[in-house]
């Protein structure tokens, strides 16, 4: 299960701070939502489907966008170092 | 509550793109709740900014440099008392602490309070030290040694990789990537500040810095973690954030206690991709960000000064995290006749 770190706060216009490295980033809405979807303990089918119920966008588009958002997460270390999907 | 009327002498007054700790020392005092501070500056140049914030400083006598020695340094400091009564002194350079702590006894007898580490705990922890300091202590420092000449250098560099850090001995570092640039810088910072020069192996990570105050008897009164957001071509930190991070704080009561720290001091951390901690320096002053200490809920200055004073006090248990300081620069229109009375009678 994916983890957000403990030390990230995000505001509702999609800022999100580090309170451990002082890093801030900007999500834009559909990231902003998907944060918090895995904020949440949501795991990947669970956020599918979430968002299928809300967007126009086929599975396999989603998924590589998905995990492309992930690595990008995973660079900017905003995930916990032991959180699997 | 009436406040405690004190009369508080310090220096560091050059608030400038390189800023000395006096002025964000000074805010912190005078935003005091405990305390009704009135600032004696002591200023080495004519030009130095604090001089001629009124607002702020209260007073401002020139001083000798601490490298023209103790007895013109003391001879300055009688004469500012006899006029002033200075209750506490607070050296803010490095350069001038050495001479402080060993007037102390001198400047106690005068009536005048100073809240500083020992010499020993001043010694020990130089950056020529570091390697012995971080065995002592059990914390993770850079390798490092110390030269005297680029041929001390030669018969080393096998030791080292490249890049390495040049140091001077109080102040300045430059990143060499080769021989040649160590040359460079070894002569630059030589020029500047004098030998020796530490070689410092370069680890690679981002830079933290905790601001923190001890006792004296091992308990830490407060400390801030930060890192800083903006880094001007000199090095220096135009830019902080406060960070929560109990590895850092761990740490900062970690080296107070055992060295049982008396007085200010910054810690400059490397935190690398792994998350372990290497110490890279200890300042045994306050630094000139501390203010975002004060801003974040804990007035180290006010805290300092009450220490020196010989009052109690229970260690500060928060701060806010995410506070922010942003530096800028502003043009200070100042008085002729003023520049003219320091410059002429050393007292303004």
């Given at each position: 299960m994916l983890k957000i770190k403990s030390t990230i706060a995000i505001s509702d216009s999609g800022f999100v701070f580090d309170a451990g490295t002082g890093d801030s980033f900007s999500l834009n809405n559909t990231g902003l939502e998907i944060v918090r979807l895995i904020k949440e303990g949501k795991d990947f089918p669970e956020i599918i489907q979430k968002v299928s119920e809300k967007y126009e966008v086929d599975e396999e588009s989603f998924e590589r966008y998905y995990y492309d958002f992930v690595a990008t997460l995973n660079q900017l270390n905003l995930i916990e170092k032991d959180g699997e999907d | 509550m009436e406040k405690i009327k004190v009369n508080v002498a310090l220096s560091?007054?050059?608030?400038?793109?390189?800023?000395?700790?006096g002025i964000p020392v000074i805010r912190g005092l005078k935003e005091s709740k405990i305390l009704d501070v009135r600032v004696i500056g002591l200023s080495y140049e004519n030009l130095e900014p604090g001089i001629y914030m009124h607002d702020l400083v209260d007073k401002t006598y020139k001083v000798p440099y601490p490298?023209?020695?103790f007895e013109p340094f003391l001879d300055r400091i009688r004469y500012i008392h006899e006029q002033e009564n200075i209750q506490v002194l607070i050296p803010n350079f490095d350069s001038e602490l050495f001479t402080v702590m060993k007037s102390e006894k001198i400047l106690q007898d005068m009536g005048i309070r100073t809240f500083l580490p020992t010499l020993k705990q001043f010694e020990e922890r130089h950056k020529s030290n570091l390697p012995e300091y971080g065995e002592k202590y059990g914390v993770k420092v850079p390798y490092s040694e110390t030269i005297t000449s680029l041929s001390d250098w030669r018969r080393i560099e096998s030791k080292f990789e490249y890049p390495v850090v040049v140091k001077g001995k109080f102040y300045d570092a430059h990143i060499a990537y080769d021989r040649d640039q160590v040359s460079i810088f070894f002569n630059k910072i030589a020029a500047k500040w004098g030998l020796p020069i530490v070689i410092q192996e370069f680890v690679r990570g981002t830079e933290v810095n905790v601001v923190a105050l001890g006792d004296g008897k091992g308990n830490t009164i407060g400390a801030v973690p930060m890192r800083k957001t903006y880094i001007t071509d000199k090095g220096k930190g135009w830019g902080g954030i406060t960070l929560q991070d109990q590895t850092m704080m761990d740490l900062t009561q970690k080296i107070i206690s055992q060295t049982q720290w008396r007085g200010g001091m910054e810690l400059e951390l490397i935190r690398t991709s792994k998350n372990e901690l290497f110490m890279i320096e200890i300042n045994p002053r306050l630094p000139a960000w501390v203010y975002l200490a004060v801003a974040a809920g804990q007035n180290l200055p006010e805290a300092l000064v009450l220490l020196a004073l010989g009052k109690e006090l229970k260690p500060f248990s928060q701060y806010e995290v995410g506070k922010m300081f942003i530096r800028y620069s502003y043009d200070m229109i100042c008085d002729m006749k003023e520049f003219e009375e320091f410059s002429t009678r050393g007292e303004v």
């Amino acid at each position: 299960m994916l983890k957000i770190k403990s030390t990230i706060a995000i505001s509702d216009s999609g800022f999100v701070f580090d309170a451990g490295t002082g890093d801030s980033f900007s999500l834009n809405n559909t990231g902003l939502e998907i944060v918090r979807l895995i904020k949440e303990g949501k795991d990947f089918p669970e956020i599918i489907q979430k968002v299928s119920e809300k967007y126009e966008v086929d599975e396999e588009s989603f998924e590589r966008y998905y995990y492309d958002f992930v690595a990008t997460l995973n660079q900017l270390n905003l995930i916990e170092k032991d959180g699997e999907d | 509550m009436e406040k405690i009327k004190v009369n508080v002498a310090l220096s560091g007054l050059n608030n400038i793109d390189n800023p000395g700790p006096g002025i964000p020392v000074i805010r912190g005092l005078k935003e005091s709740k405990i305390l009704d501070v009135r600032v004696i500056g002591l200023s080495y140049e004519n030009l130095e900014p604090g001089i001629y914030m009124h607002d702020l400083v209260d007073k401002t006598y020139k001083v000798p440099y601490p490298s023209d020695g103790f007895e013109p340094f003391l001879d300055r400091i009688r004469y500012i008392h006899e006029q002033e009564n200075i209750q506490v002194l607070i050296p803010n350079f490095d350069s001038e602490l050495f001479t402080v702590m060993k007037s102390e006894k001198i400047l106690q007898d005068m009536g005048i309070r100073t809240f500083l580490p020992t010499l020993k705990q001043f010694e020990e922890r130089h950056k020529s030290n570091l390697p012995e300091y971080g065995e002592k202590y059990g914390v993770k420092v850079p390798y490092s040694e110390t030269i005297t000449s680029l041929s001390d250098w030669r018969r080393i560099e096998s030791k080292f990789e490249y890049p390495v850090v040049v140091k001077g001995k109080f102040y300045d570092a430059h990143i060499a990537y080769d021989r040649d640039q160590v040359s460079i810088f070894f002569n630059k910072i030589a020029a500047k500040w004098g030998l020796p020069i530490v070689i410092q192996e370069f680890v690679r990570g981002t830079e933290v810095n905790v601001v923190a105050l001890g006792d004296g008897k091992g308990n830490t009164i407060g400390a801030v973690p930060m890192r800083k957001t903006y880094i001007t071509d000199k090095g220096k930190g135009w830019g902080g954030i406060t960070l929560q991070d109990q590895t850092m704080m761990d740490l900062t009561q970690k080296i107070i206690s055992q060295t049982q720290w008396r007085g200010g001091m910054e810690l400059e951390l490397i935190r690398t991709s792994k998350n372990e901690l290497f110490m890279i320096e200890i300042n045994p002053r306050l630094p000139a960000w501390v203010y975002l200490a004060v801003a974040a809920g804990q007035n180290l200055p006010e805290a300092l000064v009450l220490l020196a004073l010989g009052k109690e006090l229970k260690p500060f248990s928060q701060y806010e995290v995410g506070k922010m300081f942003i530096r800028y620069s502003y043009d200070m229109i100042c008085d002729m006749k003023e520049f003219e009375e320091f410059s002429t009678r050393g007292e303004v």
